[in-house]
């Protein structure tokens, strides 16, 4: 089947620390998306590709980085620098004008 | 810039209740308009789409018109279930090579009761 895989479903990351989430595609999409997800504030934009080794920050970027060495691949690195990092992940991918979610990420500071 | 703005929740709703949940739009362009719905600790899926004004787009029982217009594109269900409990977000997006944009609303939850 085709899709997205988000990996870890739950992260838990301790003060200080870069955790990694990982996100795959087999859709064979060029574009691909991160997104963050708090309660009551909907969907924002963190980092997007739209071909490989390119990627763009969005509107929530700092404290964040991505790499997109593969087609397939898309990981999001939360660095220490994000003061608050919990919250839910997505990443998506789009063809055309559809796009396509991951199970998402809950990401926790302990 | 592009906007979407959907009606503030939570909505509770009796079951077999109709539902509408008001989308209207900001745009610069011509773009596709788009349900997605979200259920508990999942990621995003795709309900419905209108790529054009006056479509109508159409799955599992909802509807949405796209209402150039009125610049609307509000989702309608005639008979709401439990299992439609969720969150129901709006979006809108252009076609085109080298249009990335993904603009989503806020996002409305639906409780449906027995």
């Known amino acids: 089947d085709g899709g997205i895989t988000q990996s870890p479903k739950y992260l838990f990351r301790k003060e200080g620390q870069n955790v990694t989430l990982s996100c795959e595609q087999n859709l064979n999409h060029d574009a691909m998306y991160w997104y963050r997800q708090d309660p009551g504030q909907g969907l924002r934009l963190i980092y997007y590709?739209?071909?490989?080794?390119?990627?763009q920050k969005g509107d929530i970027a700092e404290g964040y980085s991505v790499s997109r060495e593969k087609k397939e691949s898309f990981p999001l690195t939360v660095t220490s620098a994000q003061k608050n990092p919990t919250a839910f992940y997505l990443c998506a991918s789009r063809v055309r004008t559809e796009a396509f979610f991951g199970q998402g990420t809950r990401l926790t500071v302990v | 810039g592009d906007s979407v703005t959907q009606m503030e929740g939570p909505v509770t709703l009796s079951e077999e209740a109709f539902l509408t949940i008001n989308c209207t739009y900001t745009a610069t362009g011509y773009p596709s308009l788009f349900w997605y719905v979200q259920y508990p600790g999942e990621g995003l899926q795709l309900l419905l789409k209108a790529t054009k004004a006056d479509d109508k787009g159409s799955n599992k029982g909802f509807e949405a018109t796209y209402r150039k217009e009125t610049t609307s594109f509000h989702l309608e269900k005639g008979s709401v279930q439990v299992s439609d409990s969720a969150v129901y977000f709006c979006a809108l997006t252009y076609s085109g090579a080298g249009s990335y944009q993904l603009t989503f609303g806020k996002g409305t939850k639906l409780s449906v009761i027995p």
């Open positions: 590709s739209q071909i490989v080794n390119d990627f």
